[in-house]
């Protein structure tokens, strides 16, 4: 809502555009299949995220195309290739600038929808090449709240020099946060929270076998972490570390734009 009211006091939206986009914040009925959050992102930051898992793969194009057409964009998770081929008209009639790729992570936007720039910067690291597709949900999402990511890939504990080079970037960049995506025993968190002065994200993958297995171990390990200043979600859990990391960011942009 502060977003609205501020782009119509700077003449960036007309009264008749605000009034619409307010009315965007009631809850959108699609059928009496889903209830779309159209509001959330003017709300509170944070754009609403469609699951494709588990749902009947027609459902997900009628619940995206209401999502789109209510606020431009579409951003759908865990996107199965079968979901993907229903979803192609829709794709095809828009721009889809995220296609499936590793995340799983599809994101549509109508024709001419800009998105916008924040000013935060959020990196993303991952222990090993397995954590990549966790990572890179973390990274569509700051990236689709307007952050610039940074990433770098397979720098776990077991080879800890591969961590040093691209830390010394992101930190040279002056990140804001740092989502750190591992498996295993879930031991680069803790390792990374001692070396900087920014938050952590720790995101546990269920990348891992035998016993502790399915992400479990490294979940334990990153809620024991004995490293202050680092927080976790769950395990697989890219959205939300994304969406979390993209809130710290944005709000650590503001006060540099009016400091």
């Given at each position: 809502?502060?977003?609205?009211?501020?782009?119509?006091?700077?003449?960036?939206?007309?009264?008749?555009?605000?009034?619409?986009?307010?009315?965007?914040?009631?809850?959108?009925?699609?059928?009496?299949?889903?209830?779309?959050?159209?509001?959330?992102?003017?709300?509170?930051?944070?754009?609403?995220?469609?699951?494709?898992?588990?749902?009947?793969?027609?459902?997900?194009?009628?619940?995206?195309?209401?999502?789109?057409?209510?606020?431009?964009?579409?951003?759908?998770?865990?996107?199965?290739?079968e979901h993907l081929e229903e979803l192609e008209p829709l794709m095809a009639e828009n721009d889809s600038p995220q296609g499936l790729g590793v995340a799983g992570t599809v994101v549509i936007r109508k024709k001419g929808f800009k998105k916008r720039a924040t000013g935060g910067r959020v990196g993303i690291v991952t222990a090993g090449t397995s954590d990549i597709a966790v990572a890179e949900e973390a990274g569509v999402m700051a990236s689709e709240m307007g952050c610039?990511?940074?990433?770098?890939?397979?720098?776990?504990?077991?080879?800890?020099?591969?961590?040093?080079?691209?830390?010394?970037?992101?930190?040279?960049?002056?990140?804001?946060?740092?989502?750190?995506?591992?498996?295993?025993?879930?031991?680069?968190?803790?390792?990374?929270?001692?070396?900087?002065?920014?938050?952590?994200?720790?995101?546990?993958?269920?990348?891992?076998?035998?016993?502790?297995?399915?992400?479990?171990?490294?979940?334990?390990?990153?809620?024991?972490?004995?490293?202050?200043?680092?927080?976790?979600?769950?395990?697989?859990?890219?959205?939300?570390?994304?969406?979390?990391?993209?809130?710290?960011?944005?709000?650590?942009?503001?006060?540099?734009?009016?400091?």
């Amino acid at each position: 809502m502060r977003e609205v009211l501020r782009k119509l006091a700077g003449g960036e939206i007309s009264l008749d555009e605000a009034e619409e986009s307010l009315r965007a914040l009631a809850v959108e009925e699609v059928g009496t299949l889903a209830r779309l959050d159209v509001g959330r992102e003017i709300r509170h930051g944070i754009p609403e995220v469609i699951i494709a898992e588990g749902k009947p793969f027609a459902s997900i194009v009628e619940i995206a195309s209401k999502a789109l057409d209510r606020t431009g964009r579409v951003i759908i998770s865990r996107v199965s290739r079968e979901h993907l081929e229903e979803l192609e008209p829709l794709m095809a009639e828009n721009d889809s600038p995220q296609g499936l790729g590793v995340a799983g992570t599809v994101v549509i936007r109508k024709k001419g929808f800009k998105k916008r720039a924040t000013g935060g910067r959020v990196g993303i690291v991952t222990a090993g090449t397995s954590d990549i597709a966790v990572a890179e949900e973390a990274g569509v999402m700051a990236s689709e709240m307007g952050c610039e990511v940074t990433t770098a890939y397979d720098v776990g504990a077991a080879g800890i020099h591969r961590l040093l080079p691209p830390l010394k970037v992101m930190l040279e960049n002056d990140v804001d946060v740092i989502v750190v995506v591992a498996g295993r025993e879930g031991a680069l968190p803790t390792l990374l929270a001692g070396m900087v002065d920014v938050p952590l994200i720790a995101v546990p993958t269920s990348f891992g076998y035998g016993f502790g297995g399915k992400g479990v171990a490294a979940l334990m390990a990153m809620l024991q972490s004995c490293s202050l200043g680092l927080s976790v979600v769950n395990i697989d859990g890219g959205i939300p570390a994304g969406a979390v990391a993209a809130l710290i960011a944005n709000r650590a942009a503001r006060y540099r734009a009016v400091g």
